[in-house]
């Protein structure tokens, strides 16, 4: 199994961008919900290319989290998007609330991403606030994130680390 390199980074086309942020803009008191597609630059750094996103369901104020029947949504998605050589690369939610910094991982979100990260190392999270989209310690209101392999025995740990995200 390839890994990500530690300083790899996270590319967001603009398309994508405006999707996932347009639908967290468009339910701005609720946290949303959707996935993303992409592929694994071939420059040996593991940076990703993330080119389609889908927005998926809005939740309550304060939790959101898929569904069964969600899964029988993304199936046709991801043969879609195999036709054009992308494969699923994660999944990006909201914590839209105001003031402050709310751009991290709950333990809840820890506990998705890591069975997830287990089957592909590269999957990601990117968690967006319509509220901080000015907030320059951010990137244009959003973070990327992965768990921490151990380098020594490269077993997927609970720490978080930010992956930096380019938008372009
Ligand atoms: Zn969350």
Redesign the pocket.
């Known amino acids: 199994m390839n890994f990500p390199m530690p300083n790899s980074s996270v590319h967001l086309n603009l398309d994508s961008y405006s999707i996932m942020m347009n639908f967290a803009q468009e339910n701005s008191r609720k ?1 949303i919900i959707g996935v993303f597609f992409g592929k694994i630059n071939e420059n040996g750094n593991g940076d990703i290319e993330i080119s389609e996103a889908y927005p998926f369901r809005v939740g309550k104020h304060t939790e959101v989290h898929f569904k069964d029947s969600d899964y029988e949504k993304i199936l046709p998605i991801i043969k879609d998007c195999s036709t054009r050589n992308l494969e699923w690369l994660g999944w990006f ?1 909201s ?1 839209p609330f105001k003031r402050g910094d709310h751009l991290y ?2 333990q ?2 820890i506990s998705y991403q890591f069975p997830a990260q287990i089957q592909n190392p590269y999957w990601t999270a990117i ?1 967006c606030n319509p509220h901080q989209i000015k907030d320059s310690s951010t990137f244009r209101g959003m973070r990327a994130f992965r768990l921490f392999y151990n380098s020594d025995d490269l077993k997927l740990t609970k720490k978080v680390i930010e992956v930096p995200l380019k938008i372009e």
């Open positions: 946290e939610h914590h991982m709950s809840t979100d968690v």
